[in-house]
Structures are given as C-alpha cells and as structure tokens.
C-alpha cells in the first residue's frame, strides 16, 4: 500500500477538523476539531518519518501530543470559564477581543 | 588614550543632580530648584575647566577622548570626545541651562515643594546630560542614542507642564522627530555596513573617508540630513518648532529651540559634510535654496504673528536657515560663522523666549496687542527686551552681527546670489523686531493694576549674563573664534573643498609691503 | 582699556600703492595713540547713565556733557599733533584689538586717523558738545532726561567709530550704532504711536540701505579678500570695472539710506518726531552726512567706475531739486528744515560723484552745513521752546522783537545757506555749483543747471521759513503762546554756532588753494591743476547765482512779508499740494512695498497653518483613517481569525509550490 493514502487520511481529516473550526459555533466543538487537526498532522509526520527513514516525525508528534493535551487543560478550563460567566459556549457570544 | 573623564563627568553630574532632586524626601522638596542650580553650575565649571585644558592647536580631531567597548559584537563603543564646534556648543548649553533653572523658578505657581515640581527640575537635568551627551558623542551609534534619547524628557517637558495644547504640541514634535530619527537609524545601520566593521566599527573616524558608491552615499546623506533638517528645523518640516515652542515653559522652549534644535546642524557639520563630501556637493544646491527660503519664509511668517512665543520661534526658523547657508556654503568664513551663528542664536533665543516670558507672566497674555506702552510700565525689562529684540535682528555690536555678516560673506564666495537673497532677511528682520516691539512697549502707558513690578534680583541674574554675552561676542569673539577655526578647518579638510581665492591678491596689510599682484 | 594699545607696535600700518596717491598711514603715537578715547569717552558715559539707572540722574547729564567735550579736547589735540607733521605723515593708524580672525576672514579692530576722518571728528565732537549744553536747557523738565543724554552719548561715540574705522565693518558697527541712537532718539517720546512709527521708519529704511552697505562688503571681500580701506585702496586699481561698479551702487544705496537721499529719503520728515537737538544734530549736521563720508572714503572705488559716479551725482542732483521742492510747501517748521537738509545732502552727494574736483567741497559743504543747520534747527527749537511746542510756522510771525538773540543767530544761518558772501554758504556751495559745470558733453548742462536752480528755490524756502517765523505781522496770541527768549544754555550754542555760519567758509576756503583744501589733500592726493574749466565762465555763474538767490529772497519776502500769510494754508495748486505731501513719496512706498508687504505676510500666514502644517497634519490624518480601517479586521470572532489564518497558510503554501 503506498504511502500517499496516509497523506490523503491525513488531508482530509485536517480539512475536516478546519471546517469545523470555522463552521461551527460551539466551543467544544470547534476544540474538537481543533484536535482533529493536531491529529491529521500528527499522522502526517508519522507517514514522513517513515518515508524518510528518520525519527525526527515520530519525536515531533510526541511533542505535538503533549502540547495538545496541555492546550486541552487550558482551553477546557477556559471554556467552563466563559461557559459559567456567559451560560453559553457559543463562540460568536465571546467576542471581547474586539476593540 | 584615556585621560581625565572630563566629558563622562560634564555628562554624569547632572544625571547625578537630577536623581537627586527626584529621590529628595518630601521634607527637602521645597529646596529642589537650588539644588538642581548647585548642580548646573558645577557643571558649568566643569565645563569651563574642561575647555581650559581644551588646545587649538592640537593635530588630532577630537581631544578629551574616551573610548571603551559598549556591545563591541556591533562596532558599538562607548566614546567622546570634542573638536572646537562641540565645545563650543557644549559650553553653550551648560550656560543655558542654570539660566534656564533660574529663569523657571516660579515656573509652577501653587506647585512649590511638591513631587511635580521636583520632577520638573530633574528632567531639565536629565535633559542637560543627553545635549553634553549629544555633542560629545565621536560613535555615530552612541550619538543616535543620545540623539533620540534627548526626546524623552523634552516630551515630558511639553507634556506633562506646558500650556493648554500642551499634549497635541509634544505629541507633534515626537512623531516629527521620531520620524527623522528612524530614517536617520537606517542610515546609521547602512552607513556601518559599508565600513570596516569591527568592535569600533561606529566610530566617527573609521567611518571618515570611506570610499562609498554614488548613490549609496547620497542615500545615507539622505537619511542623515532628513532627520537633521526635521530637527534644525527647516522649511518645509518647521511646522513642530511653533507649537512646541509656544506651548512649552519658556525654560523649555529655550533649551529645545536654542540647544536641542543644535543638533540638527551640528549634525549636518559633523555627519553630512564629514562621512559624505561627495553627496553633500550634490545636495548643496537645493540645500542653499531651502536655506535660503527659510530665512525669508520664516521672517515674513514671525511679522504675521499675534503670538509673541510664536513669533520668537519663527525668528529661529529664519536664523536657522542662516546657519544652514553657512555650512553648505562649505568655505572656512561660512562655516565658522554659521557655527558661532549656532552660539550666538542659542543665547539670543534664550533671551528673547525668558524676557518675553517675564512680560507674559506679567500681563497674563501671550498677544503682541494686549500689551502697549509697556516701556513706562517695566522699563528695565522694556530695555533688556530690546537689546534682546536688537540681538535677533543682528545689530553691529552684538554677538550676532558677527555671526550673520560671516555667514553671509561666506556664502556670498560661492553663491552670490543666494546671499545677496539671503540678506534681505536683515530688512525683514528688522521689521518683525522693530513692529514688536512698537507695538508692545511704545503708546500711552496703559491703565494697568498698580504694583507691576520691573525685573526683580533673580530675573536680573537671568538677564545682566545673557547681556553681557551679547556683547562680548560682539566685541570680542575671538576666543570663540579660536576653538572653532581649527575644526571648520578639518571638517572642510575631509570634505576637500579650499577657500576661492579672492579675484583680485591684495598684500596682506599686516605685512607692509609695497606692490599688487594680480 | 591697555589691551586697546597694547598691539600697537606690531601693525606696522598699511601702505598705498603706487599712483594712489600719499595715503601711507603711519602708526599711531603720541597723543594720536590715544584716539581710541574719543569713542571710549562717549561710550563710558552711555554706559554709566544707562547701567546707573536713576542714582545718575542727578549728575548723568552734566556728566555726558562733560565727556563729549573731553571726546571734543582729544579731537583736538590729535588734530594739531596731525598739523605738526609733513603732509605724507599725517594719516595714522591706530592698531585696537584682534576683532575677527576665522578661515579667510582676517580683520583687526583699527582707527584710521587721517585729515578726512580728524576733520568729522572735529565737526561731530564740536557740533555735538554743544548740543549736549543746549540740550540742558532744552531737556531741562523732561522726565527721562538722563536717557536722553545717554542715547545722545551713544550717538557721539557711534559716530566717532564711524568716523574713525579703519574697515568697512567696523565702519558698519558705527553705522548702525548711529541708526540705533537715531531710532531711540526719533522715539525718545514715543508714548505717541505717531512718534513710533516715524522711528521705525526711519531705521528700517536705513536697512534698506544696510543690505546695500553688507552687499558692497562681502563684494570688496570676494574680491579683495579683506575689507579695510587699505586693502580696498589697494585693489580698487587692479579690480574689474564691473565689480567696482557693483560696489559702488551697493554702497550708494548703503548711503542713500543713512543720508536720505532718493529713493531712500521718506524716513528724515518723520524722523523730526525726536527731540529737536536730535534734529539738530543727527538728523543735519552728522549721521545723514555719513552716506556723504562713505562715498567720499570710497572714492577709489568710485573713481573706477564712471557709472557707479554717474548715478552718484544723478541721485544728488534728484535729491537737491526734491528737496527743495518739497520745502516750499511745508508748514512745519522742522519739516522745512528737514527738506533742506536732505536738499542741502543732494549738493554734498553731487560734489562727492563728481569725482576729485568734488570730494574737497562735499567735506567743506557738509562743514559749512553742519554748522549753519544745526544752528537754525537749534534756533527752530528755541522758538518752539518758546511758544508751547508749536511748528506750524502760519502761527507764527513778528517773534523778531520777542527773540531777538534767536532771530539774530538765525539770520546768521539764513544767510549763510543762501550763499550771501562772505557767509559760509558762500564758500562752499558756489563752489558745488561751479564744479558742477565742469565737464563735457550734456553732463555740465544738466547737473550744473539743478544745482543753479537748486540754489534758486533754496533761496525761496529758506527766506520763506525765516520770514514766515521772524516777521511780517504775529499770529499768535498771548493767552494760547508766552513767547520768549530761551535760557542761555541755549542761546550760547546758537551763537558760537551762528558765529560759526559767519566765519567758517572764509577760514577754511580762503585763498587760491584753500586751508580746507591743503589738509585734505593728503587723502585724495589731488594735483594741482587737473580740476578743469567750467564750461561758463566762473565769475559768470557766480554772478548767475547771486541773481537767484536774490529773485528767490524777493519772491519770498513779496509773499511773506508784503503780503499777508494766512493763518489756515490755503488750498494751492497741484504742485503745492504734492509737494506738502512729499510729492507722495510715502504713497509710492506704501503701494509698491508696505501693502504688498502686508498681504504677502497674512498668505504666508494662511499658507503655514492651513498648506504646510495641514499636510503634516494630514499625513496624520491620512494615518489614522488608514487604521481605522484596518482596525475592523479585527472583529474579536475567533473564527473569522482562523480563516484568516487558514487563507494565509495557503496562500504561503501555494506560493512556496508554483515558485518550484
């Protein structure tokens, strides 16, 4: 089986995971796409590092994955923030960045 | 290499006397303004004693160097040093500046011993540390620190204690300075890539002489000569001097218009003409022409004006544009008198800002026609105002004539036209002096609240020095003259252009001797 | 003061050139190296009366007259020390201080004493001291009578410089230093705006001439590299004829602004706003007489340039006829005189631009006149002290019998510049006018005939002013005017001045080669016999000039005297009417300068705040519209930013792949 289908798996949940980014107004599960596309590219550099013959892709989606799950405790805990000071995880209602 | 620290000393005790008046305990507080004195005049002695060790004949550029490596990963150093123009500027300032804490010392009424007074007098301080600083800087890099450093205090100056515009007028003179300061930054940068680099790669020396291409050192001049021009301030990038002059304190105004704004044709001296000779002759002609348009420019605008303050700032924009034209004149005559120029305009603006600022304070109003007849009100001060006004319209006899007819004189060797242009400005000046004066100290003496009083014991000590320097750089500038010849001379030296010789040889008179050749 | 002689010994003194003629001058020594006194002197007393504020009003003005006669005593001594020594020795050189010294500009403080400057001296310390005494009387109940004696001091010590400068800036120096004192004086009473305006006048218009004086300078500078008179001398011969042209038109306007004369000479009516002994002795006997003595020192100069003299005695020979004009028709005594002086100036000018036969008798006019005007404007101010500080001569009339000793002295000076032999005027007028004929071509005709007429309607004006004042029946009344003789601080000087109008021309020009003559000629170095022939004879045109002056005295004594003058000046003819207003001098300056002036300023104006500073303001402006702009981008929706991001990443990626 060639490679390449890794990379398409890999493209296709990234494009997934951005759609639902940008399409999706609840908070959770704009964070779960957000994970999808960690995911994607994690099996991205899986499939790289096995091409290539080198460690480099599986080290850096370790990497990734322990930033990720950091980056889960803090946004989780953003969001029940914002979730019990507003009643709601929409994230169009937040939009206190703006000048 | 290193002697006696005299210039890192001249520019540490102020720095010194302004943390201390910023730290004094409330209980000492009320004595700020005589502290900050102390140390102003310890450093005019420095000064003074500095310039004593100070030899005209000395071969080498600068003297009273110091030199350490700053970040020498860059070519950065810290160094100083002085040639006769500096010292001359320096002293300059460091007479100013107690002139100035003594003329500001009711500067904020009702304010007396609290923290935002002390502040004030230790940011004039501070302020007195980046112009030694700024003139005594030989690395172009250390020289762009101080230069834009000297901003800081000055905005808060503005902002923080002038009048009702206060915020819009600091506001413009930084962004108009930034914006200088940041093309000049460019220029500094280019200008050490194009060295030798090295741990003093930003050092003025290394940096003179270098063989540029055509239009790499016409870009550099550029990048210099804007933001000099910016700060000098010529026509057409003035429009800042007015506002901030007009809004500051008059302390201020006169440190900024009659030192900081120094810098800019200091600069033009030791940067533009020095590091870039060949695009400096490109640029002289439209340098003349801007010069010569701001002398009369900048007349004729001070004769519209209701606003004495504004006035006397536009006076400067004039006697700037004069001292441009005498150092791109590029001749020794020119060149030292606009140098002496440069001495002679910061003690007559500062005469002209402080002596209009005691008849403001007086009067409670900034507009030439809300005075009239003040002459039998102050006659002391109507007096020390005219011999002031007389300074600015350059009579024989008082620093200023001197410094003006050589300029001129200079310029008329290689421009005859533009000086000849130029000197119309004395006409002009002579009418905004003359008209403001009329119309502020001659008429029916007017019906004014009894007990206006006439220059009391401290104004006398702001005005009998600034008097007597009129007149003995008008009678006898020769020890001025001395310092600065030399270095005009080395600057002209670098940038290779010889004095024309006169059409017809005359013999010299001092050597008698009978025949003319031709 | 030592450091003043201290350089003494080392300037050796400049020395002339071959064919220059003798103005080798010597060092100084002796009482002449004291010379420099005669500036101090007045100097000190300025600072004294003007530093010492009131503790000196008690003594200051005595003390300022003092000092001017002291001024006056070294004046004199220096000059007899000069009389004593061989005509070739006489000019000296005093070496004062090292003044400017930077690149190429080299010039040394120095005093050039020679018969030319020692005779001014003489003339202004003389004439000056005793307008101090006058003035004692004059100023007696003035409040500021101590500035007045310090301004008075001032003016003697800038005059002194002037006179005694060894450069053209230092030259310059004394110039203003005179222009400074005239302005403060023209001023002394400005609590009149009136009188204010007429000072500013008055010293902007001799800016106007100043620019001129600078010009000429930094040309002798290019072209000579020094600018001492030496040095100038020197170079004149072996200068281009159109440099010197250059020059000499710059330092004619330089002396057409110090010495009002066209198109310069709007400024002296006004000018006699100032107190009349400042009248009498800046504004007639001494400063306007420097344009004289500049193009008289200057004479090597114009006498390289046939053009430059030309328009010399053109400008005279305009002045002379204008000046005369305008004094027929003035009702203000002091106006009148004012006229005249500036008439009298254009016959001085004339004679300097006529060249070496001139120069002798422009110094001996502008002698002759300091001594007789200053005498009657003394006199106009005795009569004015004497009836309540009126001018208006149509008020006065008959004050004969009640101011006998101003009427005697003033009649001294009437005659004296009529020209009446043997009074002063005689000497050196007639002898302006009979210069003025020589020549050839048109030259003689034209120049010859204004001064000839010149002097015909001088004799007019004059006899007018004095009739309209002295006789014919009074206008006045007792209650308003309490005429009467003044005290004798001022008739003493009116009569050592009249006695003066009497003698002078006769002492000094005497003889076939006159006393004035033989000491002045060491400067010009004139030979005998070069001067040339009139083209009329000379007893003719003296003759001519005598029937003039005589149809002039008559006309007016048929006009003022016989008939009677009314006290409301009648409306007159055109030429009445703008000769009363200066032949509209002021309304052509007024049109071509000051409301072009006024409108070109408040454009600029306009053009600063609203064009200049509005395009920096509006590069601001520009600014921050921009990011107002940019600003709603950032909507705060995480979303939009993470397109935006995403749109980035592709754009960079699909970059980075068609690059390959």
């Not at chain 2, 520019?11 to 502290?35: D, E, F, H, N, S």
Request: hydrophobic share 55%; net charge neutral; with cysteine.
């Amino acid at each position: 089986m060639s490679l390449s289908h890794y990379i398409y798996l890999a493209t296709i949940l990234f494009s997934i995971g951005a759609v639902t980014v940008l399409l999706r107004r609840n908070a959770i599960i704009v964070f779960m796409g957000v994970e999808l596309m960690l995911n994607a590219t994690n099996l991205a550099f899986v499939t790289f590092a096995r091409v290539h013959g080198t460690l480099d892709g599986q080290v850096i989606a370790l990497f990734v994955m322990v930033v990720a799950a950091a980056e889960v405790v803090v946004g989780l805990a953003i969001i029940m923030a914002i979730f019990r000071a507003r009643r709601s995880a929409s994230v169009d209602s937040a939009n206190l960045m703006k000048l | 290499m290193n002697q006696f620290p005299w210039l890192t000393l001249m520019g540490l005790v102020p720095l010194v006397g302004a943390i201390v008046v910023w730290v004094l305990p409330a209980g000492l507080a009320p004595r700020a303004k005589q502290i900050a004195l102390g140390f102003s005049l310890v450093t005019l002695a420095l000064t003074v004693a500095a310039a004593l060790t100070f030899s005209p004949h000395s071969t080498a550029q600068f003297q009273l160097v110091e030199q350490h490596q700053w970040i020498p990963q860059f070519g950065v150093s810290y160094a100083l040093g002085v040639d006769g123009i500096a010292l001359a500027l320096i002293l300059m300032a460091t007479i100013l500046t107690p002139i100035c804490l003594l003329a500001a010392w009711h500067d904020l009424p009702g304010e007396e011993g609290t923290s935002r007074e002390k502040n004030y007098f230790a940011l004039m301080l501070v302020l007195e540390t980046f112009m030694v600083g700024v003139f005594a800087a030989t690395d172009v890099f250390l020289f762009y620190v101080f230069f834009e450093a000297m901003l800081i205090p000055v905005y808060f100056l503005i902002g923080q204690y002038g009048g009702q515009r206060r915020q819009a007028a600091a506001v413009k003179f930084l962004v108009f300075s930034l914006a200088g300061g940041l093309i000049m930054l460019a220029a500094v940068i280019g200008l050490y890539t194009q060295g030798p680099g090295g741990v003093d790669g930003f050092l003025v020396q290394k940096l003179t002489g270098l063989h540029l291409s055509e239009s790499t050192g016409r870009l550099l001049f550029l990048g210099f000569f804007i933001a000099f021009a910016v700060k000098a301030p010529m026509f057409p990038v003035h429009t800042w001097l007015p506002d901030a002059a007009t809004e500051a304190k008059p302390a201020t105004a006169v440190l900024l218009v009659g030192v900081l704004d120094k810098v800019g044709t200091y600069g033009m001296i030791r940067f533009c003409l020095q590091l870039f000779p060949e695009a400096s002759k490109w640029a002289t002609p439209v340098v003349i022409v801007l010069a010569v348009i701001s002398v009369l420019y900048g007349a004729l605008l001070a004769i519209g004006q209701t606003d004495i303050m504004r006035l006397i700032s536009y006076t400067s924009i004039s006697h700037f544009g004069f001292i441009v034209l005498g150092i791109f004149a590029m001749t020794t005559t020119g060149g030292a008198g606009a140098t002496l120029y440069m001495v002679n305009h910061g003690f007559t603006t500062a005469a002209l800002f402080l002596f209009a600022a005691m008849l403001v304070n007086r009067r409670g109003s900034k507009r030439i026609e809300d005075f009239g007849g003040w002459q039998r009100v102050t006659p002391l001060l109507a007096g020390s105002f005219l011999v002031a006004g007389l300074s600015g319209l350059a009579l024989p006899g008082l620093g200023a004539f001197i410094a003006e007819f050589l300029t001129l004189v200079g310029t008329f060797q290689r421009y005859q036209v533009a000086a000849v242009i130029a000197t119309i400005g004395i006409i002009l000046a002579a009418l905004y002096i003359l008209l403001m004066f009329k119309k502020m100290m001659t008429g029916p003496k007017p019906d004014l609240a009894k007990g206006t009083p006439d220059l009391g014991a401290r104004e006398k000590w702001v005005v009998v020095p600034l008097i007597a320097l009129f007149l003995v750089l008008g009678f006898y500038p020769k020890p001025v003259m001395d310092i600065i010849n030399p270095a005009i001379r080395t600057t002209l030296g670098y940038v290779g252009v010889t004095d024309p010789a006169s059409v017809v040889t005359v013999a010299d008179p001092a050597q008698p001797t009978t025949g003319v050749t031709k | 003061m030592h450091t003043l002689t201290n350089g003494l010994g080392a300037y050796a003194g400049p020395v002339a050139l071959a064919g220059e003629g003798p103005v080798t001058a010597v060092t100084a020594s002796g009482i002449t190296a004291y010379a420099w006194l005669l500036v101090a002197l007045p100097a000190l007393g300025a600072a004294i009366l003007l530093v010492g504020g009131k503790r000196t009003n008690a003594f200051g003005p005595l003390l300022a007259t003092l000092l001017s006669w002291g001024s006056f005593v070294v004046g004199l001594l220096v000059v007899i020390s000069m009389a004593g020594r061989a005509d070739a020795d006489r000019a000296a050189h005093l070496h004062l201080f090292s003044w400017i010294n930077v690149g190429s500009f080299n010039l040394d403080a120095g005093q050039r004493l020679d018969p030319l400057s020692m005779a001014f001296v003489l003339l202004i310390t003389f004439v000056g001291s005793l307008i101090h005494v006058y003035s004692l009387g004059y100023m007696k109940d003035d409040p500021d009578k101590r500035k007045f004696f310090a301004y008075l001091n001032l003016f003697v010590a800038a005059m002194l410089l002037l006179v005694t400068a060894d450069s053209y800036l230092l030259l310059y120096v004394g110039w203003e230093g005179v222009g400074l004192a005239s302005w403060l004086l023209i001023g002394f009473w400005n609590d009149n705006p009136a009188y204010a305006t007429a000072a500013n006048k008055a010293f902007i218009a001799n800016r106007v001439g100043d620019l001129g004086l600078s010009v000429a300078i930094m040309i002798m500078f290019f072209q000579f590299g020094h600018v001492d008179f030496a040095s100038v001398d020197a170079g004149a011969a072996n200068a281009s004829p159109g440099a010197l042209t250059a020059m000499g038109l710059f330092l004619l306007l330089g002396a057409c602004g110090k010495s009002a004369q066209f198109p310069l000479q709007s400024w002296l009516g006004d000018a006699m706003a100032g107190p009349t002994p400042v009248s009498a002795l800046i504004h007639a006997a001494t400063m306007v007489t420097a344009g004289v003595y500049l193009v008289v020192r200057s004479h090597a100069i114009f006498e390289g340039s046939p053009t430059a003299q030309l328009v010399v005695v053109i400008v005279g020979a305009i002045t002379l006829l204008f000046g005369a004009v305008v004094g027929c028709a003035k009702d203000d005594m002091k106006k009148a005189l004012a006229a005249s002086t500036m008439s009298q100036i254009g016959y001085m000018m004339l004679a300097a631009g006529l060249g070496p036969v001139g120069y002798v008798f422009a110094i001996f006019h502008l002698l002759t006149h300091g001594f007789f005007k200053a005498g009657m404007f003394l006199g106009a101010g005795s009569v004015m002290h004497g009836m309540n500080d009126q001018v208006n001569m149509r008020r006065f009339g008959g004050l004969r019998t009640v101011m006998t000793i101003t009427w005697a002295t003033f009649m001294m000076g009437w005659l004296a510049i009529l020209g009446v032999p043997p009074f002063a005027g005689y000497w050196s007028k007639d002898k302006i006018i009979e210069a003025a004929f020589i020549g050839e071509g048109w030259r003689p005709w034209v120049f010859g005939l204004a001064a000839l007429i010149g002097a015909g309607i001088t004799a007019f004006y004059m006899s007018r002013l004095f009739f309209m004042t002295f006789h014919g029946k009074k206008r006045w009344t007792e209650d308003i005017h309490h005429p009467h003789e003044s005290p004798l601080t001022m008739t003493i000087p009116m009569m050592v001045l009249a006695f003066g109008s009497v003698v002078l021309g006769a002492i000094l020009g005497f003889g076939q080669t006159s006393l004035l003559q033989s000491w002045l000629n060491p400067v010009f170095g004139i030979t005998a016999g070069t001067e040339g022939e009139p083209v009329l004879p000379a007893n003719l045109l003296l003759g001519l000039t005598l029937v003039l002056v005589l149809a002039g005295a008559g006309l007016a004594w048929v006009r003022y005297v016989r008939d009677v003058v009314p006290e409301i000046a009648p409306h007159g003819n055109l030429v009445t009417q703008a000769a009363r207003n200066d032949l509209y001098q002021d309304a052509v300056n007024e049109g071509a300068l000051m409301r072009p002036g006024i409108h070109l300023t408040r454009s600029l104006v306009f053009t600063d705040t609203r064009g200049i500073d509005g395009a920096a303001s509006g590069l601001g402006a520009l600014v921050i519209g921009a990011s107002t702009r940019l600003r709603k981008l950032q909507n705060g929706y995480v979303r939009s930013y993470a397109l935006t991001m995403l749109a980035g990443v592709v754009i960079i990626l699909g970059a980075v792949w068609v690059m390959q």
